[in-house]
């Protein structure tokens, strides 16, 4: 299960320079890294009209995807989830996945990016959960960095969410697009019956991971 937080900040405040430099430190450091970037423009995917996708679409299909040799790219109308089904729907294998934008998610972890040119005044008060600054100027607040020390940023990031921690059961559940919080003891429970039932079935002997979706109603 990928650890999430996301890069915040006003238009134009560098949010993508940062999440690039940030990025590249991370995976030069081996981490299997995912980025999501919310944006509020529309159909940015080149899907034109007459193509096979978009014929599809407008047949009535819900969601087409183009599985090609490089890539794998999908047309889907689905609801707007939040980012931290996103992340677990769309990277489950990767280390970390980091956004950009989300900052009104209630629950996202958030580092904003400020800039003096574009604004002086800080997001950090108005939105939740703003667990530290990146600027060009001295904000005053406690684990702010300067918008050009990205080896301290990355240091923050990696032992506020990579440091050695005690073991958890890795076990995510989610329902209707809507991360459910469960204790450690369920988790451990979970996982044991999870992979204990699967065990009694033929061909799972290797496996490592178990993907499972439950419907209360059909088809």
Same mark, same amino acid.
């Given at each position: 299960?990928?650890?999430?937080f996301? &890069?915040?900040?006003?238009?134009?405040?560098?949010?993508?320079?940062?999440v690039?430099?940030?990025v590249? +430190?991370?995976?030069?450091?081996?981490?299997n890294?995912?980025?999501?970037? *919310?944006?509020?423009?529309?159909?940015l995917?080149?899907?034109?009209?007459?193509?096979? *996708?978009?014929?599809?679409?407008?047949?009535?299909?819900?969601? !087409?995807?183009?599985?090609?040799?490089?890539?794998l790219?999908?047309f889907n109308?689905t609801?707007? =989830?939040?980012? +931290?089904?996103? $992340?677990?729907?769309l990277?489950?294998?990767?280390?970390? !996945?980091?956004g +950009?934008?989300?900052?009104? %998610?209630?629950? !996202?972890?958030?580092?904003?990016?400020?800039?003096? @040119? !574009?604004?002086?005044?800080?997001l =950090?008060?108005?939105?939740?959960?703003?667990?530290?600054?990146v600027?060009?100027? %001295?904000?005053?607040? @406690?684990? *702010?960095?300067?918008i #050009? #020390?990205?080896?301290g940023l990355?240091?923050?990031i990696?032992?506020?969410?990579?440091?050695?921690? %005690?073991?958890?059961?890795?076990?995510?559940?989610f329902? #209707?697009?809507?991360?459910?919080?469960?204790?450690y &003891?369920?988790?451990?429970?979970?996982?044991g019956l999870?992979?204990?039932?699967?065990? $009694?079935?033929?061909?799972t +002997?290797n496996?490592?991971?178990? @993907?499972?979706?439950?419907?209360?109603?059909?088809p």
């Amino acid at each position: 299960m990928p650890i999430c937080f996301s &890069f915040i900040g006003w238009h134009n405040s560098g949010k993508t320079t940062v999440v690039e430099k940030v990025v590249k +430190e991370l995976v030069q450091k081996g981490l299997n890294v995912g980025v999501i970037k *919310s944006t509020k423009h529309a159909s940015l995917a080149e899907n034109p009209p007459g193509s096979d *996708s978009h014929r599809l679409q407008k047949a009535g299909a819900s969601a !087409v995807a183009l599985a090609c040799p490089d890539q794998l790219i999908v047309f889907n109308h689905t609801p707007r =989830y939040n980012f +931290e089904y996103l $992340a677990f729907h769309l990277f489950p294998d990767a280390d970390i !996945v980091i956004g +950009e934008g989300f900052k009104n %998610d209630p629950e !996202v972890l958030k580092i904003e990016v400020a800039r003096k @040119e !574009v604004s002086d005044e800080l997001l =950090y008060d108005k939105v939740p959960n703003v667990i530290g600054i990146v600027a060009d100027f %001295d904000t005053g607040k @406690e684990n *702010s960095f300067h918008i #050009d #020390d990205i080896h301290g940023l990355v240091k923050f990031i990696k032992e506020k969410f990579l440091a050695p921690k %005690d073991v958890e059961p890795q076990v995510e559940m989610f329902g #209707d697009g809507k991360k459910i919080y469960l204790k450690y &003891f369920v988790r451990k429970t979970l996982k044991g019956l999870i992979f204990g039932f699967a065990s $009694a079935l033929r061909g799972t +002997e290797n496996i490592e991971k178990l @993907e499972i979706m439950a419907k209360q109603k059909g088809p």
